[in-house]
């Protein structure tokens, strides 16, 4: 047990600091405190003393040195029970500093705000604060360690409970929650200045030494992919105003693990669109997906793709989702996990919320943005593999028509390459391999996750049903023999993109040109495995 008898406070987010401080004061704890936060405690009227008039020292050289020094880190370091460690600190005055409250500067804000200067992010680069959370983590059998406002309360019921004293337990649980967040602010400058050396070309390493991969727990949620598999969601520092992990839930139950992973799926397939756009994603793939002059119609057109597999999928829109929209969603039985999108109308909103069986539960997710510019995949990929991870760039190349070099004799009409570039596009976020089967701008067939070429073409023919006829066809890579176009012609396709590039490709461009089909290369492979 630890007997609180001073404590040091030093925050930047000033949140709920002065009833902290009035309360600790009331319990008969002497309160030590630097500049700013001492300011705003006294100015509320709770006495608590400088640190400067303790350590005899004034804070310096712009508050770059307010906390550095003997007195308080011995405070902090100081064993209690070594007779050596006694004597000194007796000798040199440093007394015990048996709890340390410390927030440390917004860096992580600050360098998110767009167009912050080297200089200013460089100064909000926290040193003291750092070393003392160090200090007593380190020496957590005797000193209590608080990083957070929303521990204030368990602390103060902590210490009111038991006479000023904190249990051990509590003591470890707070040093290891410092010692995370230390991490976690040294990961986002080591971070932050490494994505200024590459900005700057500085450096032509792609991949920084070494990769520290730093959140913040958002939430546990009920369980893993299975229901033997515990879980949690963890948000990045800076993670982007239109990611996932910054999004609003307006309404609904709980996300689960499973929604996550398909709302993450169907927010990138969103995000490569610019028209009106709306997508079906079941088990982490697409099996409708359709861009019209409204979002009603994409949502019809999309959910007509599969309307078998759409039950219990989760949706995204790029455009806020209207009322027509939330109708057709609402209608004939269907029912849909979550939605994502960059905002609902009101109407569309209460029609989601009141109507029956979708009611409370249907997830409602705001992202503000969704589109190519949203920057919400920006940022790379991560893989965890047996020993370690994989670290890539994330597939932004979007191929519009010009990337579309026609190999055949036969050229695409005008819209037969529009469904082409629209199913390129939507390949790409299919798991290889890949082959999407379209009509203008709307899936009609998806084949994914198959080993061979040939079985994903057969399937997204199978999935397209009687409409393959007259219909396009893209492949997220290239065709390594002559029998995947030949079964899509066979089945009625009638044009074809790929990337190109096999041994076979002047085989394969054979194939198309004896029946007259158009073909295009993009150049561009999208495996997604
Ligand atoms: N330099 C130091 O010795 C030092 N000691 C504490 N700080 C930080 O100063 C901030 C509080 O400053 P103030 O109380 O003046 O508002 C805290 O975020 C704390 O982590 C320091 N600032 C930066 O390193």
């Not at 600190?89 to 917004?106: A, F, R, S, T």
């Not at 943005?369 to 760039?393: C, M, N, R, T, W």
Request: net charge negative; with cysteine; proline share 5%.
């Amino acid at each position: 047990m630890v007997r609180v008898k001073r404590a040091l406070i030093s925050v930047s987010d000033k949140t709920g600091i002065v009833d902290f401080a009035r309360d600790l004061v009331a319990l008969g704890v002497e309160v030590l405190s630097t500049g700013g936060t001492c300011r705003t405690i006294n100015e509320a009227g709770v006495p608590v003393t400088e640190i400067s008039s303790y350590t005899g020292f004034p804070e310096m050289l712009s508050g770059r040195v307010k906390t550095l020094h003997p007195k308080v880190h011995g405070g902090l370091l100081g064993l209690r029970d070594d007779p050596e460690h006694r004597a000194a600190m007796e000798q040199h005055g440093i007394e015990n500093i048996d709890l340390l409250v410390v927030n440390l500067y917004p860096f992580e804000k600050t360098v998110a705000r767009p167009g912050v200067s080297r200089a200013e992010a460089v100064e909000q680069i926290d040193i003291g604060g750092p070393a003392m959370l160090r200090s007593a983590a380190k020496n957590h059998r005797s000193v209590g360690v608080v990083t957070a406002p929303e521990d204030y309360p368990r602390v103060l019921a902590a210490l009111r409970e038991q006479d000023r004293e904190l249990p051990p337990s509590l003591l470890r649980e707070l040093a290891v929650a410092a010692f995370q967040r230390t991490a976690r602010y040294d990961a986002a400058i080591a971070e932050w200045l490494f994505a200024q050396e590459l900005a700057d070309g500085a450096t032509q390493e792609r991949f920084p030494r070494g990769f520290t991969l730093a959140g913040t727990r958002a939430q546990t949620l009920r369980y893993g992919e299975n229901p033997h598999q515990e879980a949690a969601l963890y948000r990045f520092a800076t993670p982007g105003a239109h990611s996932l992990t910054s999004a609003q839930v307006l309404n609904g139950k709980a996300l689960s693990y499973n929604n996550y992973v398909d709302l993450d799926a169907a927010l990138r397939l969103a995000s490569d669109f610019e028209a009106p756009f709306a997508c079906v994603v079941k088990h982490n793939n697409p099996c409708g997906a359709a861009s019209a002059a409204t979002l009603g119609e994409a949502i019809a057109q999309a959910w007509a793709g599969d309307p078998v597999s759409a039950f219990g999928s989760v949706l995204a829109f790029n455009r806020s989702v209207d009322l027509p929209t939330a109708k057709f969603l609402t209608a004939d039985r269907r029912f849909v996990e979550a939605i994502v999108a960059p905002g609902f109308d009101e109407d569309a909103f209460e029609h989601l919320t009141t109507v029956p069986k979708w009611g409370k539960n249907v997830r409602l997710l705001t992202v503000g943005e969704v589109g190519p510019k949203s920057g919400a995949y920006l940022a790379g990929e991560l893989k965890p593999i047996s020993g370690g991870f994989l670290v890539q760039d994330a597939d932004q190349s979007r191929e519009q028509r010009e990337q579309c070099e026609v190999v055949t004799r036969a050229e695409p009409t005008s819209e037969q390459l529009d469904g082409l570039v629209f199913a390129n596009l939507v390949a790409k976020h299919v798991k290889s391999n890949a082959i999407v089967i379209a009509k203008g701008t709307r899936v009609l067939g998806v084949g994914a996750g198959q080993m061979s070429r040939i079985d994903s073409v057969q399937l997204a023919i199978a999935k397209a049903g009687d409409q393959v006829q007259g219909a396009v066809l893209a492949s997220d890579a290239f065709f390594p023999f002559p029998d995947g176009p030949e079964t899509a012609m066979d089945a009625g396709i009638t044009a074809i993109l790929q990337p190109g590039g096999s041994v076979k490709d002047k085989a394969v461009i054979d194939a198309c040109d004896e029946r007259g089909v158009p073909m295009v290369f993009t150049g561009a492979r999208h495996f997604r495995h």
